[in-house]
């Protein structure tokens, strides 16, 4: 009886060890960077901060009412300033810029 509980205690230590340190990794995880307009890969997809300072000749489809905020790819709350971007690996940028992989979000499905 005690070899099955010693044996189930070891089973159940085992599991939680890698639980809590994935845990404590998460924790610890390095805060967001901002995307800056000079990064190589953003001056190659025009990225902006201000979506009104985009080159209408480089990019003729984009429009001044696009910025990120509206953006599929951005992830943050409705009235945040900046947020993370997945087209840059999780950069912060700011609600109000626009860059050429500009996805329009989804329009909420009304009931
Ligand atoms: S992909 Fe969307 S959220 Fe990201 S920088 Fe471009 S326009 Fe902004």
């Given at each position: ?86 087209a ?9 810029g ?14």
């Open positions: 009886m005690n070899t099955r509980r010693n044996f189930l205690t070891k089973i159940v230590a085992s599991a939680c060890i890698p639980a809590l340190a994935l845990q404590r990794a998460s924790a610890q995880a390095p805060p967001a960077v901002k995307l800056e307009e000079s990064d190589p890969i953003a001056t190659a997809l025009g990225y902006k901060e201000i979506t009104t300072k985009v080159d209408a000749a480089k990019y003729p489809l984009h429009k001044p009412e696009q910025v990120c905020s509206g953006c599929a790819l951005y992830q943050s709350k409705p009235g945040d300033a900046s947020g993370p971007c997945s840059f690996g999780g950069k912060l940028v700011t609600a109000g626009w860059c050429s992989v500009f996805a329009k979000k989804p329009d909420p499905v009304k009931p």
